[in-house]
């Protein structure tokens, strides 16, 4: 406060000095600011040898008028404040005087400073001979203005626009003195020029105070909607300058589109029949103009900011879509199209779709299925691993393994999804082959099975016969369980005699039979069956009697029994004869071992089935093979 009051004092009194035009030397400042309604404190000095005999304010009359009123009177015998001024009761003067420096002071306080209080205040000063001395201040009332208030233009600007568009108006109010507003784009003041136009109105209040409105008006280009605006105002307080920043504001410019792009959402994915294609067009100017998307010369509606929904698409999609839009400001017409493929994979055609087959027959199976993608075809048979990786599979030489159901699988690598298999039953027709085997275990019934192979699919028919009266015996708690190529056939016998449990297996093309003989203590016994040839490779098929090894054994057997025979009858004849001693054992024995043949078979049997056949053979069990 003191700093601001010193230095133009110090400058009041070297102009001051340089008008000794009066006997009395009186110094005040040129200007004393003040804020509306603070107190202003208006200085008036004087040099005297004592104080002064009299000191009078005036102040001058505001317009043409330039005379001046008395406010304030003051001598050694009275003081007093004009009655009726405009200073009744606001102010007051403080008197001092500095014997030792000759210096005294009258200090003018007035209270509450309006903007009419802006005037010239002259003090004047007496000395004891009558002469006198004035000083003038300015008084100078500031009043700070509000903050800076944006008001923006909502639509966009357009950069095609000739003249210059309003972008947006600044408004600052109850300032005093009067402020000023300036516009600055990314922190550069703008000047007016042939692209700027500032318009600014000033409205001074009932109250005095100021009103500034700047509306800034600019032709502007396609940068400028990255630009940062704002407004600045400008205005005096008391001993400086001060200002204030509005916000900050961009701006919408609108500019032509000159190319569209069109895409698809999203990108560099494969389209499968099925999908939802959404496809994108996009303007690269502001605001987006109007699309339209035509595709074969048709025009696709279902628009929504530049985004078509294609659901479920087929191949009849697939084809260039073409995005053109129009801007009728500047009659600019731009285009762009893409190419969408839409793959697909058909069902697939398998040749032969089903097959019957001969026994030894050859049979080729394709599997083809149109797809715009490469795909990968393999070929399984009842549901097991992969047989080849070709459409191709080649069947050579049919068995009745041969037979089951072949699947091919076709898939695309490259789009997964896209995948199809279809399945044929290949059949290999032939005469039935049969297995029939037994559980042996001598305290529960015997299960008897009986499998059969071959197509059309046989009939099983189960017989059971006393073996010694040959006698028929019911057959009973059969199970049958089929499927496509072969037939499991089962039955559970209490045998309380022995019996010969016959399996029959029979369809159009031929039979085959086989039996097993049970005992009565459930003991089991294989038959002479011979099993056919074709049976090789069945997995549970009994052991295959050997023919070249049976014969042999059989030719060995029946000279052994010759050479018995043979040794009886000599050894017969020596004991007629009287020639041998005889011993009861020897009889005893040769009757044993005819009793215990059944014993010797099994004994064999559990060995080698070959033999136990022969020998059954031998008992006259034996059936012929080819039955
Ligand atoms: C306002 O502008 C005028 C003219 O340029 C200038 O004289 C004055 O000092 C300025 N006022 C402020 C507060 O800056
Ligand atoms: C076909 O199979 C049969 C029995 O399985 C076999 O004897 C014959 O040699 C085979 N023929 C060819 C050409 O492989
Ligand atoms: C015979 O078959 C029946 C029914 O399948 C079964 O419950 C039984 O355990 C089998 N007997 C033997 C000795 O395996
Ligand atoms: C098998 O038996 C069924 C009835 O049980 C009969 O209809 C069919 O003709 C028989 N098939 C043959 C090949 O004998
Ligand atoms: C003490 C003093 O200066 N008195 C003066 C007051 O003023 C009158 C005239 O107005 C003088 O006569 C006195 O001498």
Redesign the pocket.
């Known amino acids: 406060m003191t700093l601001r009051y010193i230095a133009p004092l110090v400058v009041g009194l070297i102009v001051l000095t340089c008008k000794t035009w009066a006997a009395v030397d009186v110094s005040t400042e040129d200007r004393v600011d003040v804020y509306l309604k603070d107190q202003a404190k208006i200085p008036c000095m004087y040099n005297l040898k004592e104080p002064a005999m009299m000191i009078v304010w005036f102040m001058k009359l505001p317009g043409k008028d330039q005379s001046r009123i008395r406010i304030y009177y003051y001598d050694n015998h009275t003081e007093f404040v004009e009655e009726g001024s405009d200073y009744a009761g606001r102010i007051q003067v403080s008197h001092s005087y500095d014997a030792q420096n000759a210096v005294g002071t009258a200090v003018l306080t007035i209270d509450t400073v309006e903007l009419s209080d802006q005037r010239e205040f002259t003090c004047m000063v007496h000395n004891v001979l009558k002469d006198n001395g004035e000083g003038r201040t300015r008084l100078q009332v500031f009043s700070s203005p509000s903050l800076p208030v944006i008001e923006l233009e909502h639509t966009g600007i357009s950069v095609t626009k000739e003249e210059p568009s309003k972008v947006a108006n600044c408004k600052v109010d109850n300032g005093y003195p009067r402020p000023n507003i300036t516009w600055y784009k990314d922190r550069f003041p703008l000047q007016p020029s042939e692209e700027i136009e500032i318009k600014e109105s000033v409205t001074v209040k009932t109250s005095g105070l100021v009103k500034v409105e700047s509306q800034l008006f600019m032709k502007v280009r396609r940068e400028d909607e990255d630009a940062i605006f704002y407004c600045e105002v400008q205005y005096f307080v008391p001993g400086a300058s001060k200002m204030a920043e509005s916000n900050k504001f961009q701006i919408t410019v609108f500019y032509p589109t000159t190319k569209v792009t069109l895409y698809m959402n999203p990108p560099d994915r494969l389209i499968k029949e099925g999908d939802i294609v959404e496809i994108h067009c996009k303007g690269n100017g502001k605001p987006q103009p109007i699309f339209t998307l035509t595709f074969k010369d048709k025009e696709i509606l279902d628009e929504a900011n530049g985004i078509w929904i294609l659901e479920s698409v087929t191949r009849s999609d697939s084809g260039t879509y073409e995005c053109r839009s129009f801007d009728p400001d500047t009659g600019i017409e731009v285009e762009d199209s893409i190419n969408i493929t839409v793959h697909y994979l058909d069902h697939i055609v398998v040749t032969p779709e089903e097959a019957v087959l001969d026994q030894?027959q050859d049979l080729t199976l394709t599997c083809n299925a149109l797809s715009s993608l490469p795909t990968y075809t393999v070929w399984h048979k009842d549901g097991w691993s992969e047989v080849v990786e070709r459409h191709v599979l080649e069947l050579?030489?049919a068995?009745y393994d041969t037979a089951g159901m072949y699947t091919c699988e076709v898939k695309v690598p490259s789009l997964p999804e896209l995948q199809e298999q279809k399945s044929v039953q290949i059949r290999v027709q032939g005469k039935p082959v049969i297995a029939v085997s037994s559980t042996n275990n001598a305290d529960r019934p015997v299960n008897v099975t009986c499998y059969a192979q071959g197509y059309p699919i046989p009939n099983i028919t189960w017989t059971l016969s006393d073996r010694w009266t040959g006698k028929p015996v019911p057959v009973l708690d059969m199970q049958s369980q089929s499927t496509d190529t072969d037939v499991f056939s089962m039955i559970s016998v209490k045998a309380t005699s022995a019996l010969t449990a016959n399996c029959r297996a029979h369809n159009d093309i031929g039979t085959d039979d086989d039996s097993l003989s049970i005992d009565a203590i459930a003991r089991v016994t294989t038959t002479t069956q011979v099993i056919s040839p074709k049976a090789?490779g069945f997995t549970i098929i009994p052991k295959q009697p050997e023919k070249g090894g049976s014969g042999v054994a059989i030719a060995v057997i029946i000279i052994c029994l010759l050479l018995i025979a043979i040794l009886g009858s000599v050894l017969y004849f020596l004991y007629k004869k009287g020639r041998l001693p005889c011993g009861r054992s020897g009889k005893q024995d040769f009757t044993k071992e005819k009793a215990s043949k059944d014993d010797i078979v099994m004994e064999m049997k559990s060995g080698k089935s070959e033999e136990a056949v022969l020998l059954q053979g031998v008992n006259g069990d034996k059936k012929s093979p080819t039955e």
Do not use: G, L, T, V
Request: proline fraction near 0%; charge should be neutral; charged fraction near 0%.
């Open positions: 030894m050579y030489n068995s090789i």
